[in-house]
């Protein structure tokens, strides 16, 4: 016996996740094929896992360590702007990492404000490149996610353990053993397992960062066997390394983390009778001010630097952002291609289906990308296919967060409106129109705005397919740097970021334009 | 005239039979202990269950596989009868074309149905604007339009305060006066059953029995049903 509770067919759904999972498992097949196995690893190939494994250990440990003071006083202190402090923690996710990378050139890098005052001072300068700097900039970007993920570990405590605790006179350091530390166990491994997940496939932070034998991820490791040697079976070969870490880190991360919400309620300061004091107010007033001078500093250098670089931009930076700008659109489209069948289907009740979506965090994009590049080779000309290849991979990565956002709501469509839906007849094309679309208006404009900015900032598999006569805005800010055109480079950073934001913004706002339902 | 043919829907544990016809035009009250199945035994008809075993007539007609749309019934369920996207008017509207591509014959009747319910002029109006009793009465023109010759009512007034709900029974009285559209209404409330509807269907024990006159079972009850009555 059956109910009936979706007003459409199910099978687009999972047409469109068999063809993702074609596409994930597909490329990995042909990059499996081509692998050279039989050749076995070179000493370089083993430097760049060794390489991979401890810059994501040192980011992971190093971003959770700091965040934890960092949300510990952001959990008991309410101040002016908090709300937005907070806010401005989720943003990272949507930040060029070209973008972010020359903001940390402008304070490390060799003349940025850091070895000036050093010099200035009569100090040593320090070396951005190299390990410390790809774990820099994973801190730059871990340190907001982390800080986010434990700051919600401290909202969970019910307020009323707090009232318990003062009223039975606990100090701090009972404070710490019976309610901070157990809570810190919790939430602090699997916040740590993600971001070691995701520093593991850093690709653009490395290239701009590292590079050179001692500090060459393995992501990098694949497009320099690809670029500079051609070596297909070498790329391929260390794909399926590439896939084997991420795989294990992935699962990891999701066994760690289970069903955890991201980021509800964290606007709400907890009363606490512990924390005044002269002491602990000042020391949480500095670790706050010390995050966002971190955070804040040098996304303001790119701001400066790009306002005085815009002049000094080329034609082509122009151009690359006309096409950066289609292929973003491009990419929104495929996702919601994919997304809207599957999250439709998945509201049902089978919710494999949405596990098939997360075939995008556990595969890398340039293994996908290198598949797609073998798979092409023999028809065609890949490099001819760089946009469109660059669109669908953007896509197929943005596919699970999308899914994240979308699937609840479409759950709750179809459950709250589903039968009336179908008892008046409204079924297929007519309930997309008259129903589900506009009850997803914030939820879809959410999600296309992410995957915009996602897609808008990536630089990955373009770096692979491009030839020297196409780019898009990302690859062609990393020409400008790599040519050493620095204010031009700031110029179309101050773009790439207005731009990035600007489609996430635009997208974002025009799904909650009419919130009066 | 529907028909229940030997029907048997299982959900787990839980099993309901039915087998009993209900003619043209009859008020029938669906009562009985809740989670017996009264809910169970409308969305059989409605469609959205399937049976196991057994077959769902209308006029002889087979419609055991048809699609809720297709049946010759409207139905209003407990909430979410009507979509906060839209307006009263294209929720009225959905009840005579579901792709709401209306004519100006059409668009007038929607109107009209308005009017009848008493809420000429709120057309343009979002439900969020409207009290609880109003959003029903909305709901009601819907089942008006529709001018199906059964109505389904799955307790959508439960919300509502005691005197407001009898306002409403009396409306879908006169609105059934009206179209001569039959009913099956579920309820909790005995005087529900004796307000308007003159037959009762009893779902106990896993079995929807067949229609009985209303007065003489709430009058004398069989065990089951004086277990619930209290």
């Known amino acids: 016996m059956a109910g009936r509770a979706v007003a459409v067919r199910r099978w687009p759904g999972i047409g469109a996740a068999a063809l993702v999972a074609a596409l994930v498992l597909g490329t990995l097949l042909a990059v499996a094929l081509r692998a050279e196995a039989g050749r076995g690893l ?44 907070i806010t401005l923690l989720g943003a990272p996710f949507i930040l060029p990492v070209i973008v972010a990378v020359l903001g940390l050139l402008a304070v490390f890098g060799r003349s940025g404000i850091l070895n000036e005052a050093l010099r200035w001072l009569g100090l040593p300068e320090v070396q951005v490149y190299g390990l410390h700097g790809v774990v820099l900039a994973h801190v730059f970007f871990n340190l907001p996610l982390a800080t986010r993920l434990i700051l919600q570990g401290w909202q969970q405590v019910p307020a009323e353990r707090f009232r318990l605790a003062a009223q039975l006179g606990f ?65 391929a070969l260390l794909s399926c390394v590439q896939l084997v870490l991420v795989g294990i880190a992935a699962l990891v991360a999701l066994k760690l983390s289970g069903n955890e919400s991201f980021g509800a309620g964290l ?191 990536d630089l990955g598999v373009i770096a692979l397919f491009a030839d020297p006569e196409t780019a898009t805005l990302p690859l062609q800010m990393y020409r400008l740097m790599g040519s050493y055109r620095m204010e031009a480079a700031s110029g179309a950073a101050l773009l790439l970021l207005v731009l990035s934001f600007g489609l996430f913004w635009l997208f974002d706002r025009g799904g909650r334009g009419h919130a009066d339902s | 005239m529907l028909t229940l043919e030997n029907t048997l829907i299982r959900q787990g544990e839980f099993s309901l039979t039915a087998d009993f016809s209900i ?127 059964w109505v389904l009512l799955d307790e959508p007034f439960a919300a509502l305060g005691p005197a407001l709900k009898v306002e409403m029974l009396d409306l879908v009285a006169e609105v059934l006066d009206e179209t001569g559209a039959g009913l099956l209404m579920v309820s909790h409330d005995p005087q529900d059953a004796r307000r308007i509807a003159p037959h009762t269907v009893l779902v106990a024990d896993g079995v929807a029995y067949a229609p009985t006159a209303t007065r003489d079972l709430l009058d004398n009850p069989p065990p089951a049903l004086r277990t619930y009555l209290g």
């Not at chain 1, 000493?43 to 510990?72: E, G, H, K, N, Y």
């Not at chain 1, 290239?207 to 992501?219: I, M």
């Open chain 1, 267 to 457: 606007d709400r300061a907890v009363r606490r009778w512990d924390s005044a004091g002269l002491g602990r107010i000042s020391l949480d007033s500095a670790v706050i001010a010390l995050a966002v001078l971190f955070l804040l500093l040098p996304m303001s250098l790119v701001v400066i630097d790009g306002v005085l670089g815009i002049a000094k931009m080329p034609a082509q930076v122009w151009k690359a952002a006309g096409v950066s700008v289609v292929v973003s659109l491009g990419s929104t489209a495929l996702m919601l291609a994919f997304a809207l069948p599957i999250a439709i289907a998945a509201a049902g009740k089978s919710s494999w289906l949405e596990a098939i979506g997360l075939f995008g965090i556990a595969s890398s994009p340039l293994v996908i990308g290198t598949g797609l590049f073998i798979v092409i080779y023999p028809i065609a000309d890949p490099f001819d296919f760089a946009f469109p290849v660059t669109a669908l991979v953007n896509a197929i990565m943005a596919l699970p967060f999308a899914l994240r956002i979308l699937v609840g709501p479409t759950r709750d469509v179809v459950q709250g409106y589903g039968r009336l839906s179908l008892s008046l007849g409204l079924t297929g094309r007519q309930w997309l129109r008259i129903v589900y679309l506009p009850r997803m208006r914030a939820p879809l404009g959410f999600a296309c705005g992410l995957t915009a900015a996602l897609s808008m900032g």
């Open chain 1, 42 to 85: 070179g000493p370089s190939d083993w430097a760049a896992i060794r390489f991979t494994l401890v810059q994501s250990v040192l980011s992971a440990a190093i971003s959770v360590a700091l965040a934890i003071p960092v949300a510990r006083a952001l959990s008991r202190r309410r101040f002016f702007g908090r709300r937005v402090l």
């Open chain 2, 23 to 149: 003619q043209p035009g009859m008020r029938v009250a669906v009562i009985g202990p809740s989670g017996a199945g009264k809910s169970t035994l409308l969305n059989l008809l409605a469609g959205f269950l399937d049976p196991e075993t057994g077959r769902v007539l209308n006029q002889g007609q087979d419609m055991t596989r048809a699609a809720p749309g297709e049946r010759p019934l409207a139905m209003l369920f407990q909430d979410n009868n009507l979509f906060p996207h839209l307006t009263v008017a294209q929720n009225v509207g959905l009840g005579i074309r579901p792709d709401l591509r209306l004519d100006a014959t059409q668009a007038s009747r929607v109107e009209a149905a308005l009017k009848r319910v008493g809420l000429e002029g709120y057309g343009p109006r979002k439900p969020a604007a409207l009290s609880g009793g109003q959003q029903s009465r909305v709901a009601l023109a819907r089942v008006l339009v529709q001018d199906k010759p």
């Open chain 1, 171 to 235: 100090g701090p350091r009972e404070m710490w053993r019976v309610i901070e530390a157990p809570m810190l166990l919790r939430v602090v491994p699997p916040a740590a397992a993600v971001i070691f997940a995701i520093c593991l496939s850093s690709f653009a932070v490395a290239l701009t960062l590292g590079g050179g034998p001692k500090a060459t991820t393995v992501e990098l490791a694949i497009y320099q066997a690809f670029r500079f040697d051609f070596d297909l079976g070498r790329a």
